[in-house]
């Protein structure tokens, strides 16, 4: 399979499957102690009808889930014991539900969008409802964390909070068929409008209007094509020719491996594109040149540990009309098997 329809595997939980009397008994294992049901207010017997998805893209995690009502706590040992610590942005599609902490007390209902903190002890009475969340590890954002903090149980109504929501409410029902490739972008988009709404300013207002169109990672990987013949291209270079800090390259290509691997797999991409082409009259070895890969020896085993076959190979079946299977990607490493599983990679 091609590595741009490689799609993501969400970790997906649902009860509706079992028998009613086993249903909550299943929901509470898939939560895996995150956080601690109040049995009094809940009669598991007569059935927990929930569902969910979790799909993690770049550092972030966003969930949609239907539940039913429910009563529940995060306490101080469920937080000594994970050591979690996410912001949560939450958005209710239907029903409503009443957070505590400490002596604040916040209610939540469709309309509004609202941030807390897996770090604060809390409690949470919810009806029967439907639900939007966003988990952001704070090393998402280490300059901007205090200003994030002060956000938490507090109205979220300015103009750009505004179209945070209405962007996480889309991203949420686009996820299921966003493809790995195209997650990073995604991840990248939703970096730009959380700084911009939860600590606007000129800069990052503009970065995420940048964000809803070209991307700055696809901004990188054209500057690679368009100078991958420099057999110096490399992270100074593309700093000065793309307009970003090294800290923020390093940052947006981290995902696909680095910087290193980013132009090795563009430089690939464009000689297989050459050597697959009937049409093509350069010889292996200047194409290779030309996409800035100058050893004979470490292009043919690079492009046959990405592809399956050597240059050569590749160039051989093209010109006779044959039709080469690309050897795809390994296949995406399965999901966590609960959330709690899933939060704690987050970040890494």
């Keep these: 399979m091609p590595r741009a329809a490689v799609a993501m595997w969400p970790l997906r939980e649902t009860t509706r499957h079992l028998r009613p009397a086993e249903q909550f008994d299943f929901w509470h294992g898939c ?106 590890p704070r090393d998402t954002f280490p300059d901007i964390g205090p200003a994030i903090d002060a956000l938490r149980l507090k109205p979220l109504d300015t103009p750009m909070a505004g179209l945070l929501h209405d962007y996480l409410r889309l991203l949420a029902a686009r996820l299921p068929q966003v493809t790995a490739a195209e997650a990073v972008h995604v991840a990248a988009a939703t970096r730009a ?7 606007p300013s000129p800069d990052r207002q503009a970065e995420a209007a940048g964000a809803s169109g070209e991307t700055t990672v696809a901004r ?42 980013t132009i090795q797999a563009e430089r690939l991409r464009a000689a297989r594109a050459a050597l697959g082409d009937p049409a093509e009259r350069r010889s292996v070895a200047r194409i290779a040149e030309d996409v800035g890969l100058f050893s004979p020896s470490s292009f043919s085993r690079m492009f046959r540990d990405t592809y399956g076959c050597t240059p050569s ?3 051989q079946a093209a010109l006779g009309g044959q039709v080469v ?17 899933l939060l704690g990679g987050l970040g890494g």
Excluded: K
């Excluded at 969910?52 to 972030?60: I, K, L, V």
């Design 31 to 136: 939560n895996d102690n995150l956080v601690e049901y109040d049995l009094r207010a809940t009669a598991p017997e007569s059935g927990f009808a929930a569902e969910a998805a979790t799909w993690r893209f770049g550092g972030f995690a966003l969930m949609t889930a239907t539940t039913p009502a429910a009563r529940y706590r995060r306490t101080p040992a469920q937080l000594r014991r994970d050591g979690l610590d996410h912001w949560t942005l939450s958005i209710p599609l239907r029903g409503h539900r009443v957070v505590r902490i400490g002596d604040s007390t916040v209610v939540a209902a469709p309309g509004h969008m609202s941030l807390s903190s897996l770090d604060q002890p809390h409690e949470v009475d919810r009806t029967q409802s439907a639900w939007i969340h966003l988990f952001i």
């Design 193 to 199: 409008m959380l700084a911009a709404a939860l600590a």
């Design 220 to 261: 990188v990987r054209r500057t690679i094509r368009e100078n991958m013949h420099r057999a110096t291209l490399g992270p100074d270079t593309l700093c000065r020719l793309v307009g970003v800090s090294r800290t923020q390259l390093y940052r947006l290509l981290e995902p696909f491996g680095g910087v290193a691997a």
């Design 313 to 315: 190979e590749m160039r």
């Design 325 to 341: 299977r690309i050897a795809g990607p390994a296949r995406p490493v399965p999901p966590a098997a609960t959330l709690r599983q």
